[in-house]
């Protein structure tokens, strides 16, 4: 009897030392993990072994998280060929190759690796990768094969979502059918490479959620994927690979993204064996991440009622459908682009960048380069910098229609929408000088309600009124953020405004500039004014004059001096005697209204309202001439004919022009 005790005894303490051997990260082509051993990373966190997922009774050879409860699944190894009964063997070949067998010695899943091992072994990483090497070999991450790049529901720290250009192999993440069946289910999510590279969820083959195209900072349709002080995601695209990852920043966080059976991509954190898991945020958010939820050329807004609306230049294409919250059809160009003619293109701030599976990127390219680029491809309908790090780089361009794309509060891109010229807030310049139009861009016009002019001018108050001209009174008034302005206000009785009011957003539209009082640097027309007069002129609070009113004005080209018109507008003693009587204008019709203002400044007299009662001569016949070339001397007569001791006399002296 004590002879058996110890045979028994000796057998179990070699049982034990067996099991001890096998419980470690590694296993070599002498051993092999049954069903009810595990082998255990190196740090504690993951183990290895055979499960069975939810209520199911099929076993798998599957990775976990071994602190965590309840079981956590991370990678399957024979998602699609489970085990009926508890017979598996996991077992690491002579080739070094690993395979799961039954009781039968029948293979249900292995490796498949192509390379050619010499002494191979598996080891359990502590960032949960199986991994297979050559035993001899010194290189620690030149692994035989790896389980990150055969992702299944779960990606973890440091695994890819790519793809492998030299051997095609795609990183990608599948679903689970269900809780209980981790066999392939029916959503997919990857890098689609057709176009601009953009992060996409399928069910099927039918996108149902898109990321949209790394920008250099995040993906464009998740704004919340920033890096911080849990995590950094890096893009990394070579001539080798091209693949999004992520790490914690620090060690000690567990976090995971799932694709779940029902198709959300969730980002979990363990937080304790309490709590569990948290969410700590979902790809998913709302409605508007709902692939073209608002159909072409149309824009999602979360948080307005509807949540569809067209892009502005852009109206539903059946209106019947919209009327119904049937968005799907989109929208379609209120004017038809006429690329012969000439087209332009609206800035949208703030949104998700179309789908990019029709589009076309150059990373060396900038964003005037890029412009120019799809003004010239008639079927380019938008264009965008492809990396927003610092000033922007990068060119990318759409062809067909603009799909997906919804507005955010914060963290959105801009891009820029080919429109035809007359659903912009700028005309074609003339380009009878050689120009085109491949320097266009679209003015970014600031909107105001009523009510924010009447707090800004104090209710339209008396003492906020600058003056008066053709189209009503002219106000000062001050925005809630500091920022000065003039309003005008139409008068009823006048008859002018439309026509004066729409030249002059075009002018002031030409010069590509947002200040409508005050240009700073070169402008790139010749604008003549016709209008030059003292009401026009504005001071500000360092006396520096800004000229105003660009209802009259026109633009030049830079080979262009002169013009004819046959509809004669501006002020009655202003106006030079070859544009009031025969409607040439040219730029020496702005210097005649500048002579007669520089007259009224010295005499002290207004053009128009001089009448000496001894002649019928305005201010500019009143004063001498002045022979080219020689000082001039403007005296008032009245003045020095009166009967004073003193007479008042002012001396200007002409510069040669040069």
Partial sequence: MNALRTVVFVFSYVFSLIRISIAVDTITVNQHIRDGETITSAGGTFELGFFSPGNSKNRYLGIWYKKVAPRTVVWVANRESPLTDSSGVLKVTQQGILVVVNDTNGILWNSNSSRSALDPNAQLLESGNLVMRNGNDSDPENFLWQSFDYPGDTLLP??????????????????????????????????????????????????????????????????QLTNNSVYTFNFVSNEKEIYIFYNTVHSSVILRHVLNPDGSLRKLKWTDKNTGWSLYSTAQRDDCDNYAFCGAYGICKIDQSPKCECMKGFRPKFQSKWDEADWSHGCVPNTPLDCQKGDGFAKFSDVKLPDTQTSWFNVSMNLKECASLCLRKCTCTAYANSDIRGEGSGCLLWFGDLIDIREFT???????????????????????????????????????????LLNATNNFSSDNKLGKGGFGPVYKGKLQEGQEIA?????????????????????????????????????????????????????????????????????????????????????????????????????????????????????????????????????LGHGALCQPKEPCFFIDRNMMEANSSSGTQCTITQLEAR
Wanted: hydrophobic letters at 35%; charged letters at 25%.
């Fill in 158 to 223: 440091g695994m890819k979502l790519g793809r492998n250009r030299v051997t095609g192999l795609d990183w990608y993440l599948s679903s689970w059918k269900s809780a209980d069946d981790p066999s392939k289910g029916n959503f997919t999510c990857e890098i689609d490479l057709n176009g601009f590279p953009q992060l996409v969820l399928r069910n099927g083959f039918v996108v149902n959620f898109r990321a949209g195209p790394w920008n250099g900072v995040r993906y464009s349709g998740i704004p």
């Fill in 410 to 452: 914060q963290n959105g891109q801009e891009f820029y929408v080919r429109m035809a010229t007359s659903e912009l807030g700028y005309i074609e310049h003339n380009s009878k000088g050689g120009e085109t139009n491949e320097g266009w861009k679209h003015l970014e016009l600031s909107l105001f309600d009523l009510d924010a």
């Fill in 487 to 619: 309003v005008k206000m139409m008068s009823k009785t006048s008859r002018q405004g439309l026509e004066e009011f729409k030249n002059e957003v075009e002018s002031i539209a030409k010069l590509q500039h947002r200040n409508l009082v005050k240009l700073l640097g070169y402008s790139r027309l010749r604008i003549i004014h016709r209008d030059l007069k003292a009401e026009n002129i504005l001071l500000d609070d360092e006396m520096s004059p800004k000229i105003s009113d660009f209802g009259m004005a026109r633009s030049f080209g830079g080979n262009e001096t002169e013009a004819n018109t046959t509809r004669v507008a501006g002020t009655l003693g202003y106006m030079s005697p070859e544009y009031a009587s025969e409607g040439l204008y040219s730029t020496k019709s702005d210097v005649f209204s500048f002579g007669v203002l520089v007259l009224e400044i010295i005499s002290g007299k207004r053009n128009r309202g001089f009448n000496p009662p001894d002649h019928e001569l305005n201010l």
